[in-house]
């Protein structure tokens, strides 16, 4: 049976139904919130990424990491903009964006180790490491270049 609140959490409102390249469509959506400031998208971070997990674990047809699930994608790029101070300008918005799909794409490390693991936390963890190394490259960077 498919559960509609599930489905709805995992492929956010159905941006995961976008083509091609949902993962980058969700990405670019949470984007505003870094408007908000860090820790309100450490709080969101935390929480897709909560919900991802509740969401892909009612959905068996979604632990395999379909493209179309994408609740992960809004948990790492949050997590990512975390390293932002408030009011960070659209170059360095953008320079997380750019350095978590990067992070998400290649898979190295930690990141290509969680994508091999299986079921929920398996779908959600890769994505939850990206958005945690683009944050701690976005970090190291405003700390050579200057703030943000």
């Not at 820790?39 to 969401?55: K, M, R």
């Not at 790029?77 to 918005?93: E, K, R, T």
């Amino acid at each position: 049976m498919i559960h509609p609140t599930a489905m709805a959490v995992a492929s956010l409102l159905g941006i995961g139904r976008l083509r091609p390249a949902p993962g980058t469509w969700a990405s670019a959506a949470v984007l505003p919130l870094a408007l908000l400031g860090p820790w309100w998208c450490l709080a969101l971070g935390l929480l897709f990424s909560l919900l991802g997990i509740w969401a892909v674990s009612r959905l068996p047809e979604a632990r395999e990491d379909p493209g179309w699930v994408v609740a992960d994608e809004a948990a790492g790029q949050c997590l990512a903009l975390a390293a932002l101070p408030a009011g960070a300008s659209a170059l360095w918005v953008l320079a997380g964006f750019a350095l978590f799909r990067l992070l998400d794409i290649l898979k190295p490390g930690p990141v290509g180790w969680a994508d091999r693991m299986e079921g929920s936390l398996g779908v959600m963890l890769d994505d939850i490491l990206a958005g945690l190394l683009a944050g701690a490259a976005l970090l190291l960077l405003q700390a050579v270049l200057g703030a943000a």
